[in-house]
């Protein structure tokens, strides 16, 4: 067990709906990254947050937005959703901004349908 | 942009050889990671490698890197069934972002 929460871990949704996919880091950490992992894809990055504000921001599409909480734990929303969505969604926390060494959670398994 | 890239993407071991997977990148970065990911599961960490030269070894896996080069390496000894897994390396980016590679599938046959 990593320490990172994510929830929930399965999904399935309809195209065009919205969701909402959360994180909680482990304990003390102050850094949550968020991955996306498809087959055709593979791991990719989407968005950092270190406490509370955005600090990097990879392959993210418009339609999808994230935060991080004051009790840092991250939400991230995904919206008009499209079938090529379907993916395992990962989250990672790391105690500073830059990583040292990041966990990740069990991932939430998206299937749009 | 910064590029990673692993090597072989499929590897089919017996039990009992050695191998070694390889992960090159293509900018100058400070740390290169190795994460374990079993089917459907999370990544786990299996190494940091935080400066040119580093070696780290944990029971049948051992991880160098060579800054210079811009390569690490993943040596597996006298493979077991167990370390049936995918591979992934990553470094990170300017941005402090970990880029992944592609993953090894590695499978441990009898």
């Known amino acids: 067990d990593s320490g990172v929460t994510q929830t929930p871990k399965h999904l399935i949704t309809a195209t065009g709906q919205r969701v909402t996919l959360r994180c909680s880091p482990r304990?003390?950490?102050?850094?949550v990254y968020w991955y996306q992992q498809s087959l055709d894809q593979g791991l990719q990055f989407l968005i950092q947050y270190y406490n509370g504000e955005e600090r990097a921001k990879g392959n993210i599409l418009e339609r999808f937005s994230a935060q991080q909480f004051p009790d840092l734990h991250s939400e991230l929303n995904l919206s008009s959703l499209e079938l090529g969505d379907s993916a395992l969604y990962f989250c990672?926390?790391?105690?500073?901004?830059?990583?040292?060494?990041?966990?990740f959670g069990q991932g939430t398994r998206l299937t749009v349908v | 942009e910064l590029k990673v890239e692993q090597n072989p993407l499929f590897l089919s071991m017996q039990e009992g050889k050695n191998y070694t997977i390889y992960c090159n990148y293509s900018?100058?970065?400070?740390?290169l990671y190795w994460y374990r990911q079993d089917p459907g599961k999370s990544l786990e960490s299996l190494f940091v490698?935080?400066?040119?030269?580093a070696v780290k070894q944990e029971g049948r896996l051992m991880a160098s890197l060579d800054t210079k080069a811009r390569l690490s390496t993943l040596h597996i000894t006298a493979a077991v069934h167990d370390l049936s897994a995918t591979y992934f390396c990553?470094?990170?980016?300017?941005?402090?972002?970990?880029?992944f590679g592609a993953g090894t599938r590695l499978t441990v046959k009898p």
């Open positions: 990672a926390s790391s105690a500073t901004v830059k990583n040292t060494e990041a966990f």
């Open positions: 490698l935080l400066s040119n030269g």
């Open positions: 900018t100058t970065s400070d740390r």
């Open positions: 304990s003390g950490d102050l850094s």
């Open positions: 990553a470094v990170d980016s300017v941005n402090n972002d970990m880029r």
